[in-house]
């Protein structure tokens, strides 16, 4: 049965659109969210953010012209207001043939999958439960190790959102979706060392959160680094953690968005049909997976969603598009827009973007090579990435493999290779698919050999 609250955005959409005048196109996107936000330190709350959101954005094409605008309340007047200005800026744009709302004909025929992404349980939890959780993750954290001194920061954060969206062409779309996570950065030292290490948990409902793994996760991770030290400069197999995987495939997602292959910013500009990667990598976005946290049922333009394959068997096969990139390049639209919420117009992104779990476990990727660097976390990743050449550079912490086993610990270490060597240089693919709040997932993954900078 539809939900009452969601049926009224979309009807609020639909009303907008009927305000189309002749030979312009009008799209009104609509969405409403609560969401909870919690830091503590030392036994107390540092901040405490209970909001609530609503609003919509209009975008108006005419003749190739777009104009877009928003407001945050979805009260009539104000409403009538923010299309107004969404027609006057649209008289000032500059006109781009490939602009234009989707229209039915560019969908495909199946229809949207039916998603259980909504825990009305998490609507009810009161703050205090909230800060109460965030208190008791705290407080499992010190105790998980005796050498855990302290903890640098804990965070509890949920969301409910709501989104609809109507345009003029008959194309649209509902979607509704909670989370909730909590997280804590741990201060372990001995002597006058101090290192740090996070463990999380998340879900959609407050029940799913595991207190307990997080508080061990944060423990684990920041005592294993006592007595980091930086190691000579060699070239070694790397092991990436699943976090630092998670950000890796980021990275490889923003070089496969449409946007910036049509902006020739991109490391995979016309390497279509290729092979990019080793054999062993397929790389999709399937925002239809229920336990990601990124799911959805339609995409930022009321397109169905879909499983979209982007590197097959190593072989590049395509990239993300919404309805503007998908028609400019001729291949039509991926279901992949994304938005940052009602205030801005449809990009594209990744949802549920993750390589396909291989057959080994990370124990069985330790034994893989006789001594390899295991990345537990690195820093500059943004910074030290360029995703044209695909150089790659990031400061690192982890330990080292030697037999299969963790041995002595890392820091102040640089690893870089290029994106597109690593791809091809992929010698293990870890069966650990992990599920973080984003729009990648992570795993464990072995690369063959990377340059190693330390002393």
Request: proline share 4%; hydrophobic share 40%; glycine share 12%.
């Amino acid at each position: 049965m539809a939900d009452p609250e969601l049926t009224a955005l979309l009807e609020l959409a639909r009303k907008v659109v009927e305000d189309a005048g002749a030979g312009e196109q009008l799209e009104a996107y609509v969405s409403r969210s609560r969401s909870t936000d919690v830091k503590v330190f030392g036994g107390e709350v540092e901040s405490l953010a209970v909001a609530q959101t609503e609003g919509v954005g209009i975008r108006v094409i005419v003749d190739h012209r777009q104009g877009y605008s928003w407001a945050g309340s979805l009260d009539a007047d104000v409403v009538t207001d923010a299309l107004a200005e969404a027609r006057d800026n649209a008289a000032f744009a500059q006109p781009d043939e490939w602009q234009a709302l989707i229209s039915p004909g560019e969908l495909e025929s199946s229809d949207p999958v039916t998603l259980d992404l909504w825990r009305d349980s998490l609507l009810t939890v009161p703050a205090s439960a909230k800060v109460d959780l965030a208190l008791e993750l705290e407080r499992a954290t010190t105790a998980a190790d005796p050498r855990v001194r302290g903890v640098e920061e804990v965070m509890y954060s949920d969301t409910a959102s709501e989104t609809a969206i109507a345009s003029s062409s008959g194309v649209e779309g509902s979607a509704r979706r909670t989370m909730c996570s909590c997280g804590s950065f741990a201060m372990a030292g001995e002597g006058g060392e101090t290192q740090t290490g996070y463990g999380f948990s998340a879900g959609r409902a407050f029940e799913d959160l595991d207190l307990e793994r997080a508080a061990s996760d944060a423990a684990d991770r920041a005592t294993r680094l006592l007595g980091a030290r930086p190691i000579r400069s060699t070239r070694l197999p790397v092991i990436f953690d699943p976090l630092v995987t998670r950000s890796l495939l980021s990275l490889i997602g923003s070089a496969l968005n449409g946007e910036a292959v049509l902006k020739g910013r991109s490391m995979f500009v016309g390497r279509e049909g290729e092979n990019v990667a080793t054999a062993a990598l397929t790389l999709v976005d399937d925002p239809r997976l229920s336990e990601s946290f990124g799911a959805s049922t339609y995409d930022a333009e009321g397109v169905p969603t879909r499983r979209v394959e982007l590197i097959v068997d190593g072989v590049l096969r395509g990239y993300l598009h919404n309805g503007y990139t998908g028609r400019r390049s001729g291949t039509g639209t991926t279901g992949s827009a994304v938005r940052g919420g009602f205030k801005s117009a449809p990009g594209v992104g990744a949802r549920s973007l993750h390589a396909v779990p291989g057959p080994s476990t990370p124990d069985e990727l330790f034994r893989a090579f006789p001594e390899a660097l295991y990345v537990q976390s690195v820093s500059g990743v943004h910074s030290g990435t360029n995703p044209v050449s695909g150089d790659f550079s990031v400061g690192a912490e982890g330990l080292i493999v030697r037999d299969g086993s963790f041995a002595e610990p890392v820091r102040e270490v640089t690893v870089a290779s290029t994106l597109l060597r690593m791809l091809l240089e992929i010698a293990g693919i870890g069966s650990d698919l992990v599920w973080l709040p984003g729009g990648a997932a992570g795993l464990t993954l072995l690369i063959g050999e990377m340059s190693i900078s330390g002393t």
